[in-house]
């Protein structure tokens, strides 16, 4: 099995989606002859020809609408935005549309359409290329929302999105992109979506968390186990829809819970978990459920970005919060 990153493991899943089903296709700006703006879809146009690897305008209302026409009509498109600060303006299209369209046709036609967009802060980016939109995703009818953390990951629940007959939005975190590799098998096999995956067991604390901010909550825990602390650590993978019963089970085993998240504190998605705790898991919680999450500003620009962002340190102090009430 080859090392490669999380962006050539999502390359490698719209390769082998191509090659194993000739209804998909992939368009977006400049996805084809300059390969996207992170090479995500570097080589597919030479592989796979115009008429499945489209350029199109920089215009992602159209790009949102060309996904939901082209799904109804029997393809399965992925499509690609380039920014996820860029695609605010395909709310109107995915929240009329494409979350809708089963209900509205009584079940008569389904949007297998897979809209991906790399997205978060870490990257020094300019303003609306750093945002962690999945709360608003996740709020719509109708839609899952996927957001890998890993190069494995990536390529397994890609390739189930692909495979979804209802509509997906695929966030990838841009962060993590090229920060590490993994061995990952081009064995055309899918993860399970809606299926939160255990990175590590643990008995005192469990850390919630997805997207780049596992790479943090990982070396965390390794920091608290040298403190004596087993922290078990989950993955959300698909936050929409929400494997809750994973995450009662852990918490229901360790007592207490810290949720980590980049975006920004107000409606982020750790206040679903957290209220979902409340609701069904209080009784098992030794501790008030712990946040960490970035600020309600807009991520700032790259002097300030890392004050910005949750940090190891600020995850651990969370887990000492928690632990210490007895």
Request: charged share 20%; with cysteine; hydrophobic share 45%.
């Amino acid at each position: 099995m080859a090392q490669i990153t999380l962006v050539e493991a999502v390359n490698l899943a719209l390769a082998r989606a191509m090659q194993d089903d000739p209804a998909v296709v992939v368009f977006g700006q400049d996805v084809g002859a300059d390969g996207g703006v992170f090479r995500a879809t570097l080589g597919l146009l030479a592989r796979f020809g115009p008429e499945r690897v489209i350029d199109t305008p920089l215009a992602e209302a159209l790009i949102a609408g060309m996904a939901i026409g082209t799904a109804v009509e029997g393809l399965k498109p992925v499509a690609e935005i380039q920014f996820s600060g860029f695609g605010y303006t395909t709310i109107d299209q995915i929240i009329n549309h494409a979350g809708r369209m089963r209900h509205r046709t009584q079940g008569r036609l389904s949007c297998p359409m897979v809209m991906r967009t790399p997205c978060g802060a870490g990257i020094h980016a300019p303003e609306h290329h750093s945002e962690s939109p999945e709360a608003m995703f996740a709020h719509i009818p109708g839609i899952r929302v996927v957001y890998p953390s890993s190069p494995r990951r990536a390529y397994g629940l890609l390739l189930a999105a692909i495979r979804d007959p209802d509509p997906v939005v695929f966030l990838e975190p841009t962060r993590l992109y090229r920060l590490f590799k993994e061995e990952v098998d081009d064995n055309g096999e899918a993860l399970a979506l809606d299926t939160c995956f255990t990175l590590r067991e643990g008995t005192d604390v469990t850390l919630v968390t997805w997207g780049a901010m596992t790479h943090e909550t990982l070396a965390a825990a390794d920091d608290l186990a040298g403190l004596g602390i087993v922290a078990e650590v989950i993955d959300v993978a698909t936050l929409k829809p929400l494997d809750m019963d994973t995450i009662l089970a852990s918490v229901a085993r360790t007592g207490r819970c810290v949720i980590v998240t980049e975006a920004a504190r107000t409606c982020s998605f750790a206040s679903e978990i957290a209220a979902s705790l409340a609701e069904e898991g209080l009784l098992t919680l030794l501790a008030p459920v712990q946040r960490v999450t970035g600020y309600d500003t807009v991520v700032p620009l790259a002097r300030l970005e890392q004050h910005y962002m949750p940090s190891k340190q600020r995850i651990i102090g969370a887990v000492k919060n928690a632990l210490a009430f007895t």
